[in-house]
């Protein structure tokens, strides 16, 4: 009794293994909690303006230039213009985020809602200041105005959010289908992307009326989400256990606040302004805004940015290809080293036993008794006979194959020192599989109940 307290007791797992499996458990939440308050609560708990460039008409830039300084340091880049054309114009290419005319009688600001809601807002308080200050009032001239359903200048970002996040789901989801190929997922990953993307341009422009009716969208948006999606699965290989972290913090905790989506990138701080024109979310989302508002402005630029995520997501899928058949090879050649430690020796008088099925009971013709035995019954113990018995190495290769006999029963012998996989299976019933050691003198017993196959539907009586 003693002995048997003492042994259960050492089997209990030791602290520092609960400890290690309850981090294996809980690290991917507190990533989750981590990476939301540093990529969300600061760069959106107060938005601030940083470099936000801004042309202005005539000789006054400078002084202004200085005034704006002065006032908030490091908030506004002055860039002047010959005249009030030129700074509309600049705000259309996309060069500044504003235009500002000063005049004795009034002065007008040109401003871009489709660049952000915040940031016209700002701007607009910004120089209805300055204007106030030189006497004169201020109007403002909206020159790329959003479409009707979307009043807050932010329905761009969460189409764009909708289809990312099912794009890095659908990785993780096709992960746990074990029936299909790679090149399956691939196929599917792509469906999935084209579907997404008709869908979503459909919904947000003709249900909602959240975007114009720009078919260019849908392809741009396809473009994002096998961007995502080949990247994220690309990585799969490379980062084992830690690919959902890595993904998640890639394509979601990084990219929705430097997308300028949500708060203008002029407004959030420079690690996330950095990373604008470098991830999808954010590239997107400027594409599609110069598709739908800025006469295809920069479009090119920005595409040619998710095209590059695809090819790294290809590149990728490919370096991993590469490791799964480099780690074949080394397991053939391990398998065959092994094999050839095990060939027999040169010694006539000693030859090591060759695995083979032998009689379940008793010994075989060559004097071997069964170190692996057991019987194959149904679900309600029967016994079952002819069922194929078949033992592999774990790296797949056949090492005996037997039948059960009229009992159900099965054996094999010469399996010392090996981990088997043994599979029963039979052409009616539901195949088992199940992972043994064999050691020398302990025969170890596998007993397997088989479940009958499902009718197929087609062989399923019609009702009366």
Known sequence: MAESTAQTESEQPSTGAKVRALASGLWFPAFFFTGFLVCYLLPFHNPTPHHVDVAVAGPSAHQLDQALEEKSPGAFDIHQVADADAARQAVLDRDTSAGYVPGQDGSELYVAKADGFSLESLLEKTFTSVAEGSGGTLKVTDVAGTAPGDATGTGLFYLVLACTIPSYITVMMLLRVTMISKRGKIASLAAVGACMSAIAYFVAGYGMDVIP??????????????AVALTAYGLVPFCKQFFP?????IFILLSMPSSSGA??????????RALHPILPMGNLIEALRGVFYFDGVNVWRHTLVLCAWVVAGVLLLLAGRWKELRAAAKESEEEKAEEEQEAPVEDPTF???EPSAVPPHGRSASGQRPELSGRITDPHGNPLPGVAITVTRTHGREMVRATSDANGEYAAAGLAGHIVNVIASTPDRLAAVARVQVREGHPVRQDFRLEPRAPHPSHTAPAS
């Open 351 to 353: 030859e090591l036993p």
């Open 245 to 249: 972290g890595v993904a998640l913090g």
């Open 263 to 272: 708060v203008p990138v002029q407004m959030v701080p420079a690690f996330f």
């Open 213 to 226: 009716h720009e078919p260019l969208a849908i392809p741009l948006v396809f473009l994002m989400t096998q």
